[in-house]
Each structure stands twice: as structure tokens, then as C-alpha cells.
């Protein structure tokens, strides 16, 4: 409820719904389940949710709910001498399931109940007795078990890192090490048990150590925010406070509420008091996100939140009919047919996102023209022929590889007049086991884009190359929930990147291919204005919306038959019956 509280202050209105969907999951214990079915999103944040900690805990009670359950019925219909038996075969099986998923479907292997079973399974093992340690079991070699463990767990926290596919076989690492503790510590306190976790400081950390968990991530994730102060000096400031607020809230609520006497003779009370909490806090989430509507007369929406909330959303319609491949897909579609489908020419656009947002115009443009418009997109797929590091999937990218060897077998097939390529510049390319930024590899990247449009023009009569527009370093859209529309133009030598620009040119002019530029019309001076004629140019950071695309439909038609693009849009505000 405080974070709740907190970001009702501190993020823009527009951002308060979607933690308010979080807080109601996290209220309910299915914070893990909305953040997997909505994964893409969630990882594609700027700033992570405040409540995104609490995925653990809503594996934790759902283990907690599920697991005596299994317990009993195994109890009930297993011999006795079968029943450890028959929970390691569900460890194993929640073990495969982990590692098949990492690869996968990375955000389903992460937050999902039945991946992380096993990690649970092993203390659980333990505790019924599987792992039994014998009372002869030798305090020599309960001390190297603790030491191991301990090194374990350490070696985790130092080798694990963002690029590491997890959880998989990385998760063995801190399971292995927290399980062999734990064993050590069966027989008995050890000299590497008191000194390294028996010491004052250790021990109290472990007390306060839920209340520490529930604070450090709502606080590192939202002072920033406020104080607009993200250096890794305020972070360890912000790292000592959630320390310090996590031993209040122990000394002043958590512990009181434990030690209470009237609590402890009424527990049905006890039980009753904190779902009615949590019952209370996620209806109170679920009014603010918008999911439960009060009458008219009691709550009014903020205009411009509910005109925003459609921004994000306004994608191409390729992405509605299917035809803008997930991660997953590695075949080309043939049937994602646009402009005129009956057309005597026929003309290519292929890509990642940044070539699907061009569709509105192109689509347009090609039905003017009587051309039928074969589109073959993919999500942070990039038709430049290099290996890619995907950073969601945590792995090097072998869909797009495989999709785009099929998509370039389908061009020579179908021999089109025209093709649109697009490209972000924004990838991590795969080398020998290292991951290397598109921006630190721009000669290698000309380089193998060049080979790319050569390739093209022996297939096509003509090749375009849709330009990189502006990358904006915040997100467009809470800028403008803010109601301050002026600051949310951004200065033009801030989004454009003129090396990549001159890239782009040089190996368009290498392949015999040609560019075709938007980023006059977006930046027609200093800045580049977030807001034109009415409409909302940018739904995130680097992807210009459906809506403004189509209104650019005649600039992009005249560029391409080499005209001049007229009219140039001109700057305007929003509506002002949506900004009062």
C-alpha cells in the first residue's frame, strides 16, 4: 500500500494504472503470472514496476498452497518408503521444464510456479526427511558443506550476470549452494556456521531480512525517479535506507504483530485480518488501474490519461492481423498481403518493428499505386546478416537467424520490383562468445548491411532503405501524461545519430540502393516535437505511432517519386478539451 501510496505521487498518472495492476496481482499473489503473460511489455520498460519483487513471493504462496496438497494425496495413495521418491521425480520433471524454457520462452521459465518447484523442492526435501543428516554425520564434514555452499552462493552473485540465461542450468549454482548450508547446518552449529552467519550482524540481518526484501526495490526503483537522480552514489545511499527502513517496519510492525498474545489465542482472527488486508489493498489497486469503475458521480477519469492509454497501442495493423512474427516464429508468413493484393507488381517490406511502422504510408502508397505489398516483419529482428544477442531471450537469437535464411529464399523466389528494408540500430551482435553494441561495431555493421542490400538489388529492381528516425531517450508517452507538452520535444542532435545516418547512406550508395528519410519531417528544427497536428508522433521511445505514420502518407508517397515532401506538419498541442 505505501508503494502504492508513493507512486501515486511520484510516476505520471498514465504509469500509475499499470503499477496499480501490479499491486492488485501482488495483492492477490499473482504477481508472477501477470508479469509472464505480459513480459514484453514489462521488459521493455524504461523503469522496471516498483512491485516487480513481488513475483517471488507469489511463487513462494502458491507453493505453499500446492505443496501440502501434493503431500497429502502422496501420503495417502504411496507407501510411505515411495513418497521422497515421488517428489524427486517432480523436482526433476520442474528441473526439465526450467532448462526447456530458459531456451524457450525465457519469461514463462522465470516467473512461473511450476519452473522454480525444484528450487523449493530442495529445502522441502529436506525438511521431510529425504536428506536426513545422521546424527553420526561428521562436524568436519558438515563444516566443508557449509563452506562449499557458502562459496556456491558467493560464486553465483559474482558469475551470474544480466546476460545469463536464467534460470536453467545458472539457477543449479545458488540452489546447490543455499541446500548444502542448510544440510551443514543439520548437524549442528560449525566454526564456519557461527563465524561466517552465527556472527550478531549476520543474524539480524536474517531478521529483518523479509522486511529488507519487501523495501530495497520499491525504493531504489522510485526516489530516482523523484529526485531525477539515477548515479550509482544515490544508489548505495538509497541501499543503507532501505536498510533502515526495513528495521523500522520489523521493530514497529512486523514483530509486534508476531508477538501479539491476542493474535496468537484468536489465529482464525489472524488469518481473517490479513486477507481482509490483502482483499482491501487489491480492490483499492484494481479502482486505480482502472479494472474495477466506480460511478461517474463518485470518480472522473483524467482525459488525457484515457486518450493516452491508446498510444502505446497504436500499432500497424500487421500486428493486429498476425503478420509482425514473435520471437518465437521462424518461418515467413506468405499471406500477409497489403496494398492492392490483385496488383501487377509486387513489392517487399521486411524488417524488424522499425520497418513495421512504416506500413501505414507504404500500405497506402502501394494501394495508390496498384501494388501488392508482401510484408515479412519480426519483432528485434534486424535482416543485417549477423548473429544477435537477444537480450530477453538471453541467448543468441537462432529464430531470426533461421527466419531470416527462409525470408531471403522467399525475395528470390518471388523476384518483387521493390523492397522496403528496415532496421534498428539498437542490437547486441553475438562474436565468439562476446556481445558487442551495434555503436561500437558501426564498421562491421556497414559492412555486412551493404552486403545485405547488394543482395537485394540482384533480386529486386530497386531497393530502399527506410531510414533509422529519432531515438528518444525517455518514454514519449508519460512525458505527455505529464500535461507538460513543451518539455517533452527533445532536441534533434540528441535523438539523431549522424554517424549512423552517414552509415546508412554510405551503404545504400555502396549496394546501388537508395534511402528513404523521415527525420526532417520529424525534426523539422532544433527539436522534434512529440505532438503534431493533433496526433501523438512517438508511442515509445523509438517507434513512431500508426496513426502518425498514415498522416505522413502523402510526404512519404512524394519522397518516393522524388518530389518534395509537402505539406511539412507543423507543431500543435493536444486537443484542449483533452488537456483541461
Known sequence: MVTLAASAVIVTPLRLTEVAG????????????????????????????????????????????????????????????????????????????????????????????????????????????????????????????????????????????AETPFPGVAAVLPVAGATLVIVGGVRGPTLPGRLLLGNPLSRYLGRISYSLYLWHWPILILVPIALENDEMGVRIALAFASILAAIISTELIEQPFRRSS??????????????????????????????????????????????????????????????????????????????????????????????????PALDAYAADNGWSLEVHTKSACSVVPVPLWERKLRRVYNECIDWRTALFKRIKKADPEVVFVGSSRDYELWDAGRIIQTNQAYGYWREKMTEMLTSLDARADRVVLLAEMPFLTFDPVDCLADDDIDRCDPPASLVLDAEYAALESAAAD????????????????????????????????????????????????????????????SPSALPTEAAD
Open 22 to 161: 501490479d499491486a492488485a496481482a501482488a495483492a492477490l499473489y499473482v504477481a508472477n503470472f501477470r508479469f509472464a503473460l505480459d513480459a514484453a511489455n514489462y521488459l521493455a520498460l524504461e523503469v522496471p514496476s516498483p512491485l516487480l519483487h513481488y513475483w517471488s513471493l507469489g511463487v513462494e504462496e502458491q507453493f505453499y498452497l500446492v505443496w501440502p496438497l501434493i503431500l497429502l494425496v502422496a501420503t495417502r495413495f504411496l507407501p510411505m518408503r515411495f513418497v521422497g521418491l515421488f517428489f524427486v521425480v517432480l523436482a526433476i520433471a520442474s528441473f526439465g521444464l526450467s532448462l526447456y524454457w530458459t531456451d524457450a520462452s525465457p519469461a514463462w521459465a522465470f516467473f512461473s510456479p511450476l519452473t522454480r518447484a525444484w528450487e523449493l523442492a530442495a529445502g522441502a526435501l529436506i525438511a521431510i526427511g529425504l536428506l536426513r543428516i545422521p546424527a553420526r554425520f561428521p562436524r568436519p564434514t558438515a563444516a566443508i558443506a557449509v563452506i562449499v555452499g557458502l562459496v556456491l552462493i558467493i560464486a553465483a552473485v559474482i558469475l551470474l550476470g
Open 262 to 359: 491476542a493474535l496468537a489465542r484468536r489465529s482464525r482472527g489472524s488469518i481473517q485480518l490479513g486477507l481482509s488486508a490483502s482483499v482491501a489493498v487489491g480492490i483499492a489497486a484494481l479502482i486505480m488501474s482502472g479494472a474495477i469503475s466506480l460511478p461517474a458521480n463518485l470518480i472522473r477519469p483524467d482525459p488525457v490519461v484515457v486518450e493516452l492509454a491508446g498510444v502505446r497501442e497504436d500499432l500497424p495493423r500487421s500486428y493486429s492481423d498476425g503478420c509482425h512474427l514473435a520471437y518465437d516464429v521462424d518461418t515467413p508468413r506468405t499471406d500477409c498481403v497489403y496494398g492492392d493484393p490483385a496488383g501487377e507488381k509486387t513489392a517487399f517490406l521486411i524488417g524488424d518493428s522499425h520497418a513495421a511502422q512504416w506500413l
Open 510 to 569: 555502396a549496394a546501388g540502393a537508395s534511402v528513404l528519410s523521415l527525420n526532417e519531417l520529424l525534426c523539422p528544427g532544433a527539436n522534434c516535437p512529440v505532438v503534431v497536428d493533433d496526433i501523438v508522433v512517438f508511442r515509445d521511445p523509438h517507434h513512431v505511432t500508426a496513426s502518425y505514420m498514415e498522416h505522413l502518407a502523402d510526404p512519404v508517397a512524394n519522397l518516393l517519386e522524388g518530389r518534395a515532401p509537402y505539406p511539412t506538419p
